[in-house]
């Protein structure tokens, strides 16, 4: 995939001046690596008349595959067969934009520090993208891009010249022309609007997509016609962070129209009430008390047992002190969600040589699960239909036998203090049991016992002298753990 830039000039104003903009000098062809391929730039034209800089995008359609971004939400969004045949290494995409970004970042900012009076200088400006998926169509494309300043030429390319009968593909030939925009604004409309015409992303889209979004719609994004829809597009639909920046945007165009700044506006709230305290997360307290217990055991080696979407995972990989985790879970798609969550595709070699996700049932045994130092099972065991809990118990305290165990379950008298859950129903609809303080520390000690482990109770979360904590955890160790701690 490519896209050339061009502008014209005179021998006062050289259109050569292009290179200083793009930080890349016209008589050199330079690439530059990318996650997914191989980035070139070079100048098909370059005199003082006029000055063509190229975009060549080498997409390695085997790493787009093996990364898991070769079909689905990340990438081709329609073909059943999308890891053998899609448009990715053709068609602009996000693939192209983040290039931009990558490559051009200094430009995209608006920084020359060769000529710095030129970045502000507007340029006639000719940008070419021969294949744009537009869902939407060439109506869509003028809709997005007349608004920023740009004269729109979106030709319709046929499905196949040979069979016009077939009609238009959903590709276009895009063709943009301005007189009044600088090169930075022109690369800002790009790195947005690509992948909300293609309407797909190769990347999990993160909350920190938001920000990104605001920065390069600075100046232009507030007032467009279509925000509400590039806003949605861009962040890939999720709702929770299009109604973020929605709510920022609102900000920054109510701040322009009265000649403020955002923080003026943003004032209703005073500064004390943001630091007020507020109540930690469960999932949080109990993740914190997981680490604490794993750390004082000395663990280095960690199995996340029904590891689902990858909190803890997340939470282990923070902490060098943990240098091999491995998250297992049955479900394909959990595993899939964790990826995302821990950006595996993006990750550096030595991170990424700490962690593994691996799927597999956690009532059979497992060879690929033995001579770990430490196991969780953190709200695991109530997901389980009761026969099956001594299945469970021989896969993990008989065969892989690690030397600490912690299992945490809800505690079920706890309930009652959650004033939304009815009486007599569990906290999630797949609970299959919910128990006691006291069925739980039985159960505990007959697997200890049967297992020659010790087991200690630990409290979670605010310990009510009534019905005691919300989550209970038991700490499961061998005698290797306490000689250990002795030396």
């Known amino acids: 995939m490519f896209l050339t830039i061009s502008t014209t000039g005179s021998p006062q104003r050289p259109a050569t001046d292009l290179g200083f903009l793009l930080h ?4 050199k062809a330079q690439a530059f690596s990318t996650s997914y391929g191989t980035a070139h730039v070079l100048y098909p034209e370059a005199d003082a008349e006029r000055c063509t800089a190229a975009l060549l995008l080498e997409v390695d359609a085997v790493a787009l595959v093996r990364r898991g971004k070769g079909k689905g939400r990340g990438g ?4 059943a067969l999308a890891q053998y045949v899609n448009d990715r290494p053709y068609a602009a995409s996000s693939l192209l934009a983040v290039a931009l970004s990558g490559v051009f970042s200094s430009a995209m900012r608006g920084v020359c520090a060769a000529r710095p009076e030129l970045p502000a200088r507007p340029s006639p400006l000719h940008v070419e993208v021969p294949a744009l998926p537009a869902r939407g169509g060439p109506g869509l494309v003028r809709r997005l891009f007349e608004p920023l300043g740009w004269t729109v030429t979106a030709e319709p390319v046929a499905l196949d010249a040979e069979f016009p009968g077939w009609g238009d593909s959903r590709y276009v030939r895009l063709v943009l022309e301005a007189e009044t925009l600088t090169l930075a604004e022109a690369l800002r409309h790009l790195y947005v609007l690509l992948p909300v015409l293609d309407d797909a992303k190769h990347y999990w889209v993160s909350p920190d997509e938001v920000d990104k979004l605001l920065r390069a719609g600075e100046g232009w994004l507030p007032g467009h016609p279509e925000q509400k829809l590039i806003t949605s597009r861009y962040l890939s639909r999720r709702w929770s962070l299009t109604r973020q920046a929605m709510e920022r945007l609102e900000l920054v165009r109510l701040a322009e129209a009265d000649d403020s700044d955002v923080e003026e506006i943003d004032n209703a709230v005073a500064a004390e009430t943001e630091s007020e305290e507020r109540p930690t997360p469960l999932a949080v307290r109990r993740r914190e008390a997981i680490l604490t ?3 004082a055991s000395g663990a280095a080696r960690v199995l996340d047992l029904g590891c689902g979407q990858g909190q803890l995972v997340q939470a282990l990989l923070k902490d060098p002190s943990f240098t091999e985790i491995v998250g297992v879970d049955v479900s394909m798609r959990a595993l899939a969600i964790a990826s995302r969550r821990l950006k595996l595709d993006r990750m550096g070699e030595r991170q990424a040589a700490r962690v593994r996700l691996l799927q597999g049932s956690l009532t059979y045994t497992d060879k690929r699960l033995g001579g770990y ?4 099972l953190s709200e695991v065991i109530e997901h389980l239909d009761p026969p099956r809990l ?7 305290f008989g065969a892989a ?3 600490t165990v912690l299992v945490t379950t809800p505690n079920v008298e706890y309930n009652v203090r959650w004033e939304t859950l009815p009486a007599g129903h569990v906290r999630h609809g797949d609970h299959r049991f919910e128990w006691t303080r006291g069925e739980f520390r039985a159960w505990a000690a007959e697997v200890a016992e049967r297992h020659r482990y010790t087991v200690e109770f630990v ?3 605010p310990d009510d002298p009534e019905v005691g904590p919300p989550t209970q955890m038991a700490v499961f160790t061998t005698g290797a753990v306490k000689e250990a ?3």
Do not use: M, T
């Open 24 to 27: 890349k000098h016209p008589e």
């Open 76 to 79: 081709a969004p329609d073909a």
């Open 293 to 295: 217990v794993l750390r």
């Open 373 to 376: 130092d430490a196991a969780v």
């Open 390 to 396: 001594p299945a469970l118990e021989y896969a993990v």
């Open 401 to 403: 036998r690690p030397r």
């Open 459 to 461: 409290p979670v979360g």
């Open 485 to 487: 701690k002795a030396a």
